[in-house]
T-cell receptor, first 114, second 112 residues
Framework: NAGVTQTPKFQVLKTGQSMTLQCAQD?????MSWYRQDPGMGLRLIHY???????DQGEVPNGYNVSRSTTEDFPLRLLSAAPSQTSVYFC?????????????FGPGTRLTVL | AQSVTQLGSHVSVSEGALVLLRCNYS??????LFWYVQYPNQGLQLLLK??????LVKGINGFEAEFKKSETSFHLTKPSAHMSDAAEYFC??????????FGKGTKLSVKP
């Protein structure tokens, strides 16, 4: 099993550009989440999904969109990038409720917005 | 509101010394508590978790944590630090909305 994979590993954007961060898992997990990690802030939840076709907002959803058309994939879209979105982004998945179950994290995407 | 507080953003110990990383939570309901570790330039991985039952939880790499309800704490310990333990450690609380609430992290340095 590859586990949770994320692409790209690094990305530099200009303000106003759009892009999609890809996340895929091959463990047949229902729950998937996107976090951002900023120095001294820990991890903050952006969006999460409890199954295909179901998504919800987390703590810091503004500026990000998600969809979940398959169990395996959970892409994160930045519609109009801003410097405040410079961060490291982690995708995670778990078999059941993320508040109860072990989450498996991808290696992260380091995004810089100029 | 539910929250997790990690005391000390940086902790430095000598190799072979005791490691103690502190975590306190605030919640009125019984929590599910986790410790995750992040090695440099990697994602997070689970060290250990407390759900119900025994309050002393053993994890990987010789780490353990004790759930103390009266103190609302879940401190992480390891009797003897190794150079390979240098990493950032995150305490997390299982939130009521089906997600994890993370502390801000403690970076552990191990001196030879």
């Amino acid at each position: 099993n590859a586990g949770v994979t994320q692409t790209p590993k690094f990305q530099v954007l200009k303000t106003g550009q759009s892009m999609t961060l890809q996340c895929a898992q091959d463990m047949n997990h229902e729950y998937m989440s996107w976090y951002r990690q900023d120095p001294g802030m820990g991890l903050r939840l952006i969006h999460y999904s409890v199954g295909a076709g179901i998504t919800d907002q987390g703590e810091v959803p503004n500026g990000y969109n998600v969809s979940r058309s398959t169990t395996e994939d959970f892409p994160l879209r930045l519609l109009s990038a801003a410097p405040s979105q410079t961060s490291v982004y982690f995708c995670a998945s778990s078999y059941s409720d993320a508040s109860l179950d072990t989450q498996y994290f991808g290696p992260g995407t380091r995004l810089t917005v100029l | 509101a539910q929250s997790v507080t990690q005391l000390g953003s940086h902790v430095s110990v000598s190799e072979g010394a005791l490691v103690l990383l502190r975590c306190n939570y605030s919640s009125s309901v019984p929590p599910y508590l986790f410790w995750y570790v992040q090695y440099p330039n990697q994602g997070l991985q689970l060290l250990l978790k407390y759900t119900t039952g025994a309050t002393l939880v053993k994890g990987i790499n010789g780490f353990e944590a004790e759930f103390k309800k009266s103190e609302t704490s879940f401190h992480l310990t390891k009797p003897s630090a190794h150079m390979s333990d240098a990493a950032e450690y995150f305490c997390a609380y299982g939130g009521s909305q089906g997600n994890l609430i993370f502390g801000k992290g403690t970076k552990l340095s191990v001196k030879p």
